[in-house]
């Protein structure tokens, strides 16, 4: 049975910020790709940041100053360190793993930023 589990969101000010985690298990085989996406209110599904296994990364512009993916190969497991939060960054925040024929996504954690 295939898990994917975001945690960490929450609600934070504006200016602070917010360390996400993604851990996937009951996968076999090479995952290839895992990244974080988000989607707020009435909008769709947009991508934050993607890593791949070699540890290359790619970021939304908006995202890209601020926002930092990681990830740990053995467990399967991204991060995302999300500095001087904006408003904008209100979201879902979805976790998604991608292997050469499989895509998995989990169900998503709530990242509000307000004061």
């Given amino acids: 049975q ?4 975001e945690s960490g969101g929450g609600l934070v000010q504006p200016g602070g ?11 076999i085989g ?11 209110p009435g909008d769709r599904r947009d991508l934050v940041a993607i890593i791949s296994s070699s540890g290359s990364a790619s970021y939304a ?3 890209k100053d601020r926002f930092t993916i990681s990830r740990d190969n053995a467990k399967n497991t991204i991060y995302l360190q999300m500095n001087s939060l904006k408003p ?6 979805y976790c998604n793993v991608h292997q050469v ?3 998995y996504w989990g169900q998503g954690t709530q990242v509000t930023v307000s004061s």
Avoid: E, H
């Avoid at 295939?2 to 589990?5: G, L, Q």
């Avoid at 090479?30 to 707020?40: A, D, H, N, S, T």
């Fill in 61 to 63: 512009d908006s995202v």
């Fill in 17 to 27: 910020s917010l360390r996400l985690s993604c851990a996937a298990s009951g996968i």
């Fill in 30 to 40: 090479k995952v290839l790709l895992m990244g974080w996406y988000r989607q707020g």
């Fill in 88 to 93: 904008d960054d209100t979201a879902v925040y």
């Fill in 101 to 103: 024929t499989d895509t």
């Fill in 2 to 5: 295939v898990r994917v589990v």
